[in-house]
């Protein structure tokens, strides 16, 4: 088993900028690929961004490429995610992701199989 704990959330306004933390715990050599997920209230999860975590090749949504940058501390454990120029539809409750093979879609949350409990991300206008 994989225990994923994120940390880093919290209240920002536009503009603001916000770095979230994934920490591994547990059986984490079942982990090959991390992913960062939102869940705006009301909405669907979606995939934000994912990185391989032998290579470090990233894999982003079109609607943060360029704002959000994904990084991993394979020494820590731990994943990032860097969020530059926050705007209100970033507003989402953030999760992360694990699994352990790679795949056509490392944006689909139907292919992980581990996950954390979020974190809460709100920009203000």
């Known amino acids: 088993q994989v225990q994923l704990v994120e940390s880093g959330g919290g209240s920002v306004q536009a503009g603001g900028s916000l770095r979230l933390s994934c920490a591994a715990s547990?059986?984490?050599?079942?982990?090959?690929?991390m992913a960062w997920f939102r869940q705006p209230p009301g909405k669907e999860r979606e995939g934000v961004a994912a990185?391989?975590?032998?290579?470090?090749?990233?894999y982003y949504a079109d609607s943060v490429q360029g704002r959000f940058t994904i990084s991993r501390d394979n020494s820590r454990n731990t994943v990032y995610l860097q969020m530059n120029s926050l705007n209100p539809e970033d507003t989402a409750m953030y999760y992360c992701?694990?699994?352990?093979?790679?795949?056509?879609?490392?944006?689909?949350?139907?292919?992980?199989?581990?996950w954390g409990q979020g974190t809460q991300v709100t920009v203000s206008s």
């Open positions: 547990g059986y984490t050599s079942s982990v090959g690929y």
């Open positions: 992701a694990g699994r352990l093979l790679s795949g056509p879609n490392y944006l689909s949350a139907r292919e992980y199989k581990n």
């Open positions: 990185i391989g975590l032998n290579v470090g090749r990233t």
